[in-house]
């Protein structure tokens, strides 16, 4: 089990939507549709940053994620919408160095807080469903490795059903696991990378992120 410190780079349109929704109370349905991005315009919202720990732009044809510290995780959210039963899935080209970096997605994210489940695997083969919470450990859910996973060396098409009280990991389409857990029944979504004992091992291209509801 790894303990990793946390950034969140929230999506710039948060405040904007969010003084919106208090003005029309439909703005959900209007503002709000799934989102679906190739990452090749900047302005589609995701939140952009970088600093000595870590960095989210967008560059190299997708949006691009590197941690400069050890056992550090990143992550970025589209907006600050609530989602429930999801199904979400993005390219992942792994273009760092350490076998043990892990990326993946966010679901279900209570707002602002450290409250969230975050899925993913790593390059080795390793995947691992993470319950995230405020001021406590993080929970390992359930882990383990995959060679649907090992065999791409992290460069895969992901997948993630996220609702009813269990998420479902997919690999280019072929389930892994699955695990039950009913803490968050909804929330914001987003994609992370973390790093383990390599400060600089992780970079990570995501590409073509997609959202559906669970059953369509």
């Known amino acids: 089990m790894k303990i990793f410190n946390l950034k969140i780079v929230v999506s710039v349109f948060m405040l904007v939507l969010a003084s919106l929704a208090c003005a029309a109370p439909d703005v959900n349905s209007l503002?709000?549709?799934?989102?679906?991005?190739d990452f090749s315009d900047s302005s589609t919202g995701w939140g952009t940053g970088t600093d000595a720990?870590?960095?989210?732009?967008?560059?190299?044809?997708?949006l691009t994620f590197m941690v400069f510290q050890s056992f550090y995780v990143t992550w970025s959210t589209p907006n600050p919408e609530v989602y429930e039963n999801t199904h979400m899935e993005v390219?992942?080209?792994n273009q760092g160095s350490d076998p043990n970096a892990m990326f993946g997605f966010v679901c279900n994210e209570q707002g602002t807080t450290n409250a969230f489940y975050y899925v993913g695997v790593s390059p080795s083969g390793y995947y691992a469903f993470i319950k995230s919470s405020v001021a406590l450990d993080d929970v390992y859910l359930k882990e383990g490795n995959s060679a649907a996973v090992?065999?791409?060396?992290?460069?895969?098409?992901?997948?993630?059903?996220?609702?009813?009280g269990s998420m479902t990991l997919y690999a280019n389409g072929q389930m892994i696991d699955s695990v039950s857990d009913s803490s968050y029944p909804s929330g914001s979504v987003g994609l992370f990378a973390a790093s383990d004992e390599q400060s600089s091992g992780t970079i990570?291209?995501?590409?073509d992120f997609a959202m559906t509801k669970l059953g369509q």
């Open 53 to 62: 720990s870590s960095s989210v732009e967008y560059v190299n044809d997708g």
């Open 31 to 37: 503002l709000n549709p799934l989102p679906n991005d």
């Open 150 to 164: 090992s065999a791409s060396n992290g460069s895969v098409r992901l997948g993630l059903d996220c609702g009813n």
């Open 91 to 93: 390219s992942i080209s």
């Open 204 to 207: 990570v291209i995501f590409d």
